[in-house]
């Protein structure tokens, strides 16, 4: 399986992490169904897909805390089945649920998780690197949402590992938390660290990721930069309104420069290669129907659009 | 070892940081020998003396003793078999016991000195201090009515060696049994919440081992043990005066041993539960059965037959029943050799299949 791996790519490019034809079921459920990749060290790489997608089945495999049923899996070089403890020394990770013990204070927290190194960053340079110096003494269960999150990225890098894992790092959190900690993530690669990352925010994705795999069922439905999953899928912009009924009075598909449409309950979004042309008859159509569009946008493709595109159904919690 | 102190340190700061939890861990068995205390220990009767009388002589001075010590208002008199008469004194319910040897009313009659034999129990003060000179007082005013000559009879004291027990020191050894018991029980628990709440998942995507977890785990409730067993040793000492009769590093044994047993029971309970709640439930089913039939609050023969086997079967039987002969020196049920070997069971036993049933996910 190994060698259907392109091991040679680049002089020098070392892969953090390969995967060939993974497999994991639960029961009769095939929560990863033949996955391959490779992430080369210093990459943010992200797998992007909704929820039982199949991630984070994925990270724990990675990561050496559940076994799989089949294919071949590689990190840093070594099979996480055969060597978990001398891989977990050398990766940080951060579990989908955070976890920690409610009545330590931060800096009790992350001094207890240096524990478990052999070689650690100093437990005050961890907490500054997430932003938590001023909550440093107060316990864990008075935290906020995104404070507990960035203290869960603190022990993913308090080994100074050379992959970190981070699973779903800013779900539930209000955007101004996740934006700090996508500050975060960002100087992570900046050090040189491989992350490896899952989401199921397509904004978190394209904004951080130098490669994404998405994902669906178990399955990887499509990999690249965003901007070349953007490209390949879509060379037209998308233009959304509001006004369910109007579909019923003008066929929408024949309108100038459309290319697809998609319907999502209220909302509407027609594919145009030619978009000013598009709007012109859009507006004449709604004006002599009398249906007036409303929230009506115009946008560049997204990986939201990329995923609506591919698997037919929006990407939601 | 850095992380093995580091997990001990957190555990410590997380049990002193969680006041509900402190709060039951000094108050409760504070509370239960207070309570129990306060309502046994009221027995000690001073105000009259239960005295026994053994009678091998059935002459006029020995008929005469019996009369003037009945009609003493502070002397309840019982008459029986030297047996009978000294085991009831070591059972407590006797304060003297006076033998009148045969031969004694024609001896005095010929003007021989006898002894009269005066058992008592060491360990009251009211018995010799009071008990004794009255005695003297009674069969001097005897004699000299008979004989006009009042120094012939005389009084030999003899302490009793097997000292008399209070209520309070049955019940000490066995709160502090049963508080191990609970400790110990509930001590697993804490392993299932922090299942539960993805703790140990967090913990196993990192280098540190299963066994030294556990470990720690185990460690902290140990020295939790050995903090509440003193506690209870030096209430009981205090309050009550209960004093240890053998050596304290042979007490420390039996509670380390107890703990072990309760802690690695309770792993083997826990291995069983989904969740905290389901957990708690198994160890209430077990230890509510064994605090009430084991021998805590009342000697075990007074548990109905048909509930015998259990009770022979429970490990808190066996320790209590080895507290009360190292801490107190209560007479034993069972050898401590049987209690030591049945601990021992009990603690292999659920420690094995502990190991082999808990499930980290």
């Not at chain 1, 005050?124 to 990225?153: C, N, P, T, Y």
């Not at chain 2, 008929?63 to 003493?72: F, I, N």
């Not at chain 2, 069983?272 to 000697?299: C, D, H, K, N, Y």
């Amino acid at each position: 399986m190994l060698d259907s791996l392109d091991l040679s790519s680049a002089p020098g490019a070392d892969l953090a992490i390969e995967v060939a034809g993974l497999c994991k079921s639960y029961g009769a459920v095939r929560a990863v169904d033949g996955l391959s990749f490779s992430v080369p060290a210093g990459e943010i790489f992200g797998m992007l897909g909704p929820n039982g997608a199949g991630k984070s089945t994925t990270v724990e495999i990675l990561i050496g805390l559940r076994q799989r049923d089949g294919g071949e899996v590689r990190v840093l070089g070594r099979d996480p089945k055969r060597h978990p403890t001398a891989i977990k020394r050398r990766i940080g990770v951060q579990l989908q649920i955070t976890a920690l013990y409610p009545r330590l204070t931060v800096k009790e927290t992350v001094r207890l998780f240096a524990s478990f190194f052999p070689k650690t960053l100093p437990i005050a340079e961890a907490i500054a690197r997430v932003g938590l110096e001023e909550k440093a003494d107060d316990r864990v269960d008075r935290l906020s949402g995104g404070q507990a999150q960035r203290l869960s990225v603190a022990l993913a890098m308090i080994n100074d590992g050379d992959i970190i894992f981070l699973d779903e790092p800013t779900t539930g959190l209000d955007p101004q938390a996740r934006r700090s900690l996508w500050d975060v993530i960002l100087e992570l690669k900046e050090a040189g660290k491989t992350v490896f990352l899952t989401t199921h925010y397509m904004d978190e994705a394209e904004r951080l990721c130098d490669r994404v795999a998405v994902v669906d069922h178990g399955q990887i439905i499509a990999m690249g930069s965003p901007a070349k999953l953007i490209r390949d899928n879509f060379h037209e912009q998308a233009l959304e309104f509001n006004q369910p009924a109007l579909g019923n009075h003008v066929d929408l598909q024949t309108l100038p420069g459309v290319i697809r449409m998609q319907q999502e309950g209220e909302s509407t979004t027609l594919y145009t290669d030619q978009a000013p042309r598009t709007i012109a008859a859009l507006m004449e159509a709604s004006a002599n129907a009398n249906l007036p569009v409303s929230d009506m946008t115009v946008r560049q493709a997204t990986l939201e659009d990329v995923f609506l595109k591919l698997t037919g159904r929006r990407i939601r919690e | 070892m850095k992380a093995f102190i580091q997990l001990v340190i957190a555990n410590i700061k997380e049990l002193l940081r969680d006041r509900m939890s402190m709060f039951w861990f000094i108050a409760f068995p504070i509370f239960f020998i207070l309570l129990f205390g306060a309502i046994f220990s009221g027995s000690e009767d001073t105000a009259s003396f239960a005295v026994g009388v053994v009678q091998q002589d059935n002459g006029p001075i020995a008929k005469g003793l019996d009369a003037a010590l009945a009609s003493m208002p502070v002397v309840k008199l019982h008459i029986g078999a030297q047996d009978a008469e000294l085991a009831a004194l070591r059972k407590g319910s006797r304060d003297l016991v006076i033998i009148l040897p045969a031969g004694l009313s024609s001896a005095v009659k010929s003007q021989h000195r006898v002894e009269i034999p005066v058992y008592y129990d060491g360990t009251k003060q009211m018995s010799s201090q009071v008990g004794i000179p009255l005695v003297e007082q009674v069969l001097n005013q005897v004699e000299a009515q008979a004989t006009g000559h009042p120094l012939l009879l005389e009084a030999r004291p003899q302490a009793v060696q097997a000292v008399t027990l209070k209520e309070i020191d049955y019940l000490l050894p066995g709160i502090l049994a049963m508080a191990l018991m609970q400790l110990g029980l509930f001590s697993a628990l804490r392993l299932v919440s922090l299942r539960e709440r993805k703790i140990l998942k967090r913990l196993g995507a990192t280098p540190l081992p299963r066994g030294l977890l556990i470990a720690s785990e185990v460690t902290v409730r140990l020295l939790l043990a050995m903090m509440q067993a003193l506690l209870i040793v030096i209430i009981g000492r205090l309050v009550f005066g209960v004093t240890i009769v053998s050596s304290w590093y042979l007490v420390a044994a039996w509670v380390l041993l107890g703990a072990c047993t309760f802690v690695s029971l309770g792993y083997m309970l826990v291995s069983f539960a989904r969740t905290v709640e389901s957990g708690q439930g198994i160890v209430q089913l077990v230890q509510f059965p064994m605090m009430f039939l084991a021998g805590t609050f009342f000697p075990i023969s007074f548990i109905p037959g048909f509930l015998q086997p259990f009770v022979k079967a429970m490990p808190l039987t066996y320790l209590a029943d080895a507290l009360r002969q190292v801490m107190t020196g209560n007479p034993p049920l069972f050898s401590i050799g049987a209690d030591l070997g049945i601990l021992l069971a009990w603690f292999t036993g659920s420690l094995l299949l502990g190991i082999r049933f808990f499930r980290w996910e």
